[in-house]
């Protein structure tokens, strides 16, 4: 079909298109009206075009992440936007959501438009890659596979640390009472849970033994809320407990805002690695690859990682690690998920239904 005949099925012409078929009659003068108008129809068509490419100075980008973060994104954002306005010649507009790892996962899930995603941890990332929006193999995709932010175990006090806390095992001692969230339902719990199970594991300890001391911490539990959040509230505001299990991040963020909290690090320790990934179906549907792929790059940069620094996360950039070294206790023996197995292992081994953890639960009925 030529193109003035594709131009009249266009369903923005309707009164036009029947004027041109009523002129399509023998006779040069009907045939030359009908060219002088297709002309100005063609005319009209390509001034929309020029117009709509002019749109895509303008790009959006739509970020989830976990809470504490937002702090961070508050001037990384900005920085990026500028610098992309200076190379690019184009305006980066962010949506922005923040909010508990596990929950930002069932928003992204549900058809949440995200074109990147920086959750708590690697797992929730996976749930998103299951249900067919993030491509397999995204941890390949970015520096560090995919780990962007990290951070370590602390265990919060009461003042003036009255249980002489000191280590892990020091929370399975019968006169200690321990509150944190509920493993089952909460990803950073799931930190929790791996730290206290790995300082066994990282120290020469075998399963049995790790089983032990995670078992006798669990049983000083009194409560498990059901994240982070809740767990904090139980703590401070309702006085329960004597200790406190959480990350070092959040510690040092609330220390910030003028909230000084006695915390000790174990020197044997669990690294809580952040991943970042590019939500694959959205971007694509979005057009918006380019700027997503840069943005997500970006965060590896020293001018992000500083960002990321000064609210509490140890950086994975070396430069800028070795900048603020000082600003972290030190740790001694630092394990990661992947020499427990992997999160895929973890999972199965310690959280489905009828694993470790509810064996452990069901020893104390």
Not at 58 to 74: C, G, H, I, K, W
Request: overall charge positive; charged content about 20%.
């Amino acid at each position: 079909m030529i193109l003035w005949q594709r131009l009249l099925q266009l369903s923005i012409l309707p009164p036009l298109r029947r004027k041109l078929l009523h002129w399509q009659r023998p006779g040069f003068l009907k045939r030359f009206a009908l060219l002088s108008l297709v002309g100005i129809i063609l005319s009209g068509a390509i001034a929309s075009c020029s117009a709509s490419n002019a749109n895509t100075s303008n790009v959006e980008l739509t970020v989830v992440s976990f809470s504490v973060t937002r702090a961070a994104y508050e001037n990384i954002i900005p920085q990026f936007i500028k610098k992309w306005k200076q190379e690019k010649n184009q305006n980066v507009t962010f949506v922005r959501s923040y909010g508990s790892s596990g929950t930002q996962t069932r928003y992204v899930v549900d058809r949440l438009g995200a074109d990147i995603v920086h959750l708590s941890l690697a797992l929730d990332t996976n749930k998103i890659e299951q249900v067919g929006l993030i491509q397999p193999g995204w941890e390949q995709e970015f520096p560090n596979n995919g780990i962007v932010t990290r951070s370590v175990g602390a265990i919060i006090t009461r003042p003036g640390n009255p249980k002489g806390i000191k280590t892990w095992a020091d929370l399975a001692q019968k006169n200690v009472n321990v509150i944190t969230a509920n493993p089952k339902t909460s990803g950073g719990a799931r930190w929790n849970f791996l730290a206290l199970w790995g300082s066994v594991i990282q120290t020469g300890g075998d399963e049995r033994q790790a089983l032990t001391l995670t078992s006798q911490v669990y049983k000083n539990a009194p409560v498990l809320p059901r994240d982070a959040r809740e767990a904090s509230d139980v703590f401070f505001k309702q006085g329960q407990g004597d200790i406190l299990i959480n990350y070092e991040n959040e510690v040092i963020l609330a220390a910030q805002k003028g909230l000084k909290l006695p915390y000790i690090v174990p020197e044997v320790n669990i690294s809580i690695d952040n991943p970042v990934a590019i939500v694959d179906k959205n971007v694509d549907k979005h057009g918006n690859r380019e700027v997503a792929e840069a943005f997500v790059q970006y965060l590896y940069t020293p001018e992000a990682q500083r960002e990321f620094a000064k609210v509490g996360f140890r950086p994975v950039n070396a430069t800028v690690a070795q900048e603020v070294a000082n600003q972290y206790p030190p740790v001694k023996t630092l394990f990661t998920i992947q020499e427990l197995g992997g999160w895929n292992k973890a999972q199965k081994q310690f959280f489905k239904d009828g694993a470790v953890f509810d064996k452990i639960q069901s020893s104390f009925k």
